[in-house]
Nanobody, 127 residues
Framework: QVQLVESGGELVQAGDSLRLSCAAT????????MGWFRQAPGKDREFVAG????????YNSDSVKGRFTISRDNAKNMVYLQMNSLKPEDTAVYFC????????????????????WGQGTQVTVSS
């Protein structure tokens, strides 16, 4: 099991950049596929980006492709989401999630396949 804590969310202006961090405060993330999801008010939680356990492969949703980059540092037990060219529609609570991946590098976009979640961090982008 892992326990996750997100940080880095804040109020920014459109066009700004922001980096979110996800720390594993219990357990090691090295064997987990990690994902970032977000949930805007009144909307479902949606997949943003994922990274395989080794960090060699990543997958982004179409809405953030070319603007957001997910990365991880297994030695530090950390996962990051670098967000550039932020838009008002990126406003949401951002969640870090972990999925056990023994022998697999499949990055699922379904929230239901990630059993471990952080509490979320608020990102607000003003126009």
């Amino acid at each position: 099991q892992v326990q996750l804590v997100e940080s880095g969310g804040e109020l920014v202006q459109a066009g700004d950049s922001l980096r979110l961090s996800c720390a594993a405060t219990r357990g090691a993330i090295s064997s987990y596929i990690m994902g970032w999801f977000r949930q805007a008010p009144g909307k479902d939680r949606e997949f943003v980006a994922g990274v395989t356990s080794s960090g060699r492969s990543t997958y982004n949703s179409d809405s953030v492709k070319g603007r957001f980059t997910i990365s991880r540092d297994n030695a530090k037990n950390m996962v990051y989401l670098q967000m550039n060219s932020l838009k008002p529609e990126d406003t949401a609570v951002y969640f870090c999630a972990a999925r056990g991946s023994p022998g697999s590098d499949y990055i699922s976009r379904s929230r239901y396949e990630y059993p471990y979640w952080g509490q979320g961090t608020q990102v607000t982008v003003s126009s």
